[in-house]
């Protein structure tokens, strides 16, 4: 299913969401009010193709609300959050949200004029006790509530609440600082200040490990970090967001998260191609990103995903082709080539729709490729029974069809509530890890905070085909690789030793 979506990863453009029953983070209006009212980005010029036949008209598919149910979810743990959200954004009702999230909505729709007016009302939207669940309104004085002088991100109606929530806050105090920078900083993607630009890799792709070897291809890292630093809209960003500024060393270090918070994405997708044996360099590739939702389409521009040229220079060119209901129109929204993707470029594509409708409408009639590689970012299937129900005729479609899957989780527990339904519908599952190129930025569950920080794409899953398929070739022996398929009993047992 193209709109099984729960939440998504790195370099988000309209924030992660909280679902129902689910640990993890959730949407803020950070994610509508810097991207959709300040800054966007520049498009990359498109490449001219070539196209012999004229798509259908797209249906208008239906799937499960996750906005809605993360709505939902956020009242659940603070009754009227939700409400104040809608009301910092200048929105009605849902609808209003659902309209800005497809790109429908102008900037001046949100009521926001300044820069301090924006942040200002992003951090509104944080200011609830984290102890009682009390919002400003439900106190004697609404401007009672004081903010954790510390992480500078959870806020108490009183001495009261905050030492009875001691206890449990300074478990993640230290981790929920970052967080709150980097909510502030991730402003300067929208800006175009993040990601730096990055040069042709120096290293195999198979020789690079992780974060720590692809910072050391950087060359003068420093000089790039530090001109961010000190750019214009980091200036203008602590004159405008009502906190102290950080020191120097804490503002690099949340650029570097940032940075690979927007390329995990892309590296993992080259991952994928990598443990799958897939050689961008000997043909030109498509590469189906399945489930694709506000998450990596709103405001994603043309070259977003141009680090997988850097990656493996000299490819033969590649397609990203998003699907999903939640696809936003913008510059990505137009039909995937007929033909093959241009040489050494990465071009994208996007189809607003169920997946397995743009499988019938697209690759059955010759109007798309039939994808070298499925990629789907934290599907979320394993959240509730609507969920999955929607994404069922996908899953087995995937797995019918032999396709190289890879989905991404966003931890262990993901991880093994995931293993169990793939086990179950008698999928080949090659392989299981820690993602090496998961994102390093923190996020925490938008109205819980007090809970273990989770990262984007942390680990991933390998399917291939069907269970009982002979000759189902494995993956190679990589770093934290669980090969092999785990018995159902072994998924409900708990994850293999030795992932991370």
């Not at 060393?249 to 993992?268: A, G, K, N, W, Y």
Request: proline share 8%; with cysteine; hydrophobic share 35%.
């Amino acid at each position: 299913m193209a709109g099984g979506r729960r939440r998504g990863g790195g370099g988000r453009r309209g924030g992660p969401r909280q679902h129902p029953g689910t640990p993890g983070p959730a949407s803020s209006p950070a994610s509508l009010s810097p991207a959709a009212t300040t800054a966007q980005p520049n498009a990359g010029a498109a490449p001219k193709t070539c196209r012999s036949k004229k798509a259908p008209e797209e249906p208008a598919a239906r799937a499960p609300d996750v906005d809605s149910l993360g709505f939902q979810a956020m009242d659940r743990n603070v009754p009227g959050l939700s409400h104040v959200i809608l009301q910092k954004l200048n929105m009605k009702s849902y609808e209003d949200y659902k309209s800005a999230m497809d790109g429908r909505k102008s900037g001046s729709d949100f009521g926001i004029r300044t820069y301090f007016d924006m942040f200002q009302k992003m951090e509104d939207t944080f200011k609830f006790c984290v102890e009682c669940k009390k919002l400003p309104d439900a106190l004697p004085d609404p401007k009672s509530l004081r903010r954790c002088k510390r992480c500078q991100n959870v806020y108490y109606c009183g001495v009261a609440c905050q030492r009875a929530n001691w206890p449990m806050h300074k478990k993640f105090c230290k981790k929920l600082k970052l967080v709150a920078l980097d909510r502030l900083v991730e402003w300067l993607i929208f800006t175009g200040d993040i990601p730096f630009p990055t040069d042709t890799w120096t290293k195999a792709a198979r020789d690079v490990k992780g974060w720590e070897d692809w910072f050391s291809m950087q060359e003068q890292l420093e000089e790039k970090l530090g001109a961010i630093v000190a750019g214009r809209y980091m200036t203008l960003l602590w004159a405008n967001a009502g906190k102290p500024r950080p020191e120097d060393s804490e503002l690099r270090e949340s650029i570097r998260r940032l940075v690979t918070d927007f390329h995990s994405r892309p590296l993992t997708i080259g991952l994928g191609l990598r443990l799958f044996g897939i050689d961008p360099l000997t043909r030109p590739l498509t590469v189906h990103v399945v489930g694709a939702s506000h998450v990596e389409t709103l405001n994603t521009r043309l070259t977003d995903y141009d680090e997988l040229t850097r990656m493996f220079p000299g490819h033969q060119g590649m397609e990203m082709v998003m699907v999903g209901v939640d696809v936003v129109d913008g510059p990505i929204m137009r039909p995937p080539l007929t033909t093959l993707a241009p040489r050494g470029s990465v071009y994208l594509s996007s189809y607003k729709g169920l997946y397995h409708d743009f499988w019938e409408s697209h690759v059955e009639t010759k109007l798309a490729a039939r994808p070298d590689l499925v990629v789907g970012f934290h599907p979320g299937f394993h959240a509730c029974p609507d969920l999955l129900a929607g994404w069922l005729p996908t899953l087995l479609l995937l797995r019918d069809y032999r396709l190289p899957v890879l989905f991404t989780v966003y931890s262990e527990q993901e991880l093994k509530a995931s293993l169990q339904i793939l086990v179950e519908l008698e999928t080949h599952i090659v392989g299981y890890a820690s993602n090496p190129f998961a994102s390093l930025r923190p996020e925490q569950v938008y109205s819980s905070p007090n809970k273990p920080p989770v990262y984007c794409s942390s680990h991933y899953i390998a399917l291939l085909g069907a269970e009982a398929l002979p000759g189902a070739e494995e993956l190679e022996d990589d770093d934290g690789w669980q090969g092999g398929e785990p018995s159902a009993a072994a998924v409900a047992g708990g994850i293999a030793p030795g992932l991370g």
